[in-house]
C-alpha cells in the first residue's frame, strides 16, 4: 500500500480566501517532501518542496508546514485565486527510493 | 523549450495491439520516470532509470518494458495492450533525489 495519504478528496474555498491542503504520511524515515500542481489536462508540477529538517518553508503565497511528530504536512495557500483551481499532490521521499505520491485533492475556487 | 516532452498526447488503440510512447527531456537529468495515472487521479510509479539502474515497481506486468537509446530520452514499450491500460501515462526526469518535473501526459485509451 502506500503510505501517503490526504485528509480531504476535495476543497472549495471561496475566492481571496486562505486554503489549506493536508496531507498524512506513515513513513518517519522520510525526508524530502513536494507538493505538485496538477492543472487539468497537463501533468503535475512543482510548487514547493521542504527537508525534514525543516518545519516550515515559504513561498511566493504558500506555505509549507511539515509537522514530523506527527506525520503531517499542509500545503498553505494565501489569497486563492481562480488559477489556483488544480489537483495537489503531495510526495515523500526517502533518500535513495522513489518518491511516493499521496492520492491528491482537487481544490476548487468559488468566485 | 520544452524541459520533458511526450508522443503522442492521445493515443486511442485497439485491445491486443503494441503501442510506445516516446519522452525526451533537455534538462540533462541522469533520470528518468515513468507514472500511470488512474481515473481517480492516483499516480503510480512504473519505472526509474538512469545509466546506471532501471528499478521496476514489482507490480507492473511484463507487457510494459522501458527503452532508453540516451541519457535524455525513455519510452515506453506496452504490448498485448489491455482495457486495464487506458490510463493517463508520464514520463519525469529528475536529478538523483531532487524533484522531478513532468511531461504533459499521454492519454491512452484502450478499445
Known amino acids: 500500500g502506500e503510505s501517503v495519504g490526504l485528509h480531504l478528496p476535495t476543497l472549495s474555498v471561496q475566492e481571496g480566501d486562505n486554503s489549506i491542503i493536508n496531507c498524512a504520511y506513515s513513513?518517519?524515515?522520510?525526508?524530502?517532501f513536494i507538493w505538485y500542481k496538477q492543472e487539468s489536462g497537463k501533468g503535475p508540477q512543482f510548487i514547493i518542496d521542504?527537508?525534514?529538517?525543516?518545519d516550515k518553508r515559504q513561498g511566493q503565497r504558500v506555505t509549507v508546514l511539515l509537522n514530523k511528530t506527527v506525520k503531517h504536512l499542509s500545503l498553505q495557500i494565501a489569497a486563492t485565486q481562480p488559477g489556483d483551481s488544480a489537483v495537489y499532490f503531495c510526495?515523500?521521499?526517502?533518500?535513495?527510493?522513489?518518491?511516493?505520491f499521496g492520492p491528491g485533492t482537487r481544490l476548487s475556487v468559488l468566485p | 523549450d520544452t524541459a520533458v516532452s511526450q508522443t503522442p498526447k492521445y493515443l486511442v488503440t485497439q485491445m491486443g495491439n503494441d503501442k510506445s510512447i516516446k519522452c525526451e527531456q533537455n534538462?540533462?537529468?541522469?533520470?528518468m520516470y515513468w507514472y500511470k495515472q488512474d481515473s481517480k487521479k492516483f499516480l503510480k510509479i512504473m519505472f526509474s532509470?538512469?545509466?546506471?539502474?532501471?528499478?521496476i515497481n514489482e507490480t507492473v506486468p511484463n507487457r510494459f518494458s522501458p527503452k532508453s537509446p540516451d541519457k535524455a530520452h525513455l519510452n515506453l514499450h506496452i504490448n498485448s495492450l489491455e482495457l486495464g491500460d487506458s490510463a493517463v501515462y508520464f514520463c519525469?526526469?529528475?536529478?538523483?533525489?531532487?524533484?522531478?518535473?513532468f511531461g504533459p501526459g499521454t492519454r491512452l485509451l484502450v478499445l
Open positions: 513513513n518517519s524515515a522520510s525526508d524530502y
Open positions: 519525469a526526469s529528475s536529478r538523483p533525489g531532487e524533484t522531478q518535473y
Open positions: 510526495a515523500e521521499n526517502i533518500i535513495g527510493q522513489n518518491f511516493v
Open positions: 534538462l540533462g537529468h541522469d533520470t
Open positions: 532509470y538512469n545509466n546506471k539502474e532501471l528499478i
Open positions: 521542504i527537508r525534514s529538517n525543516m
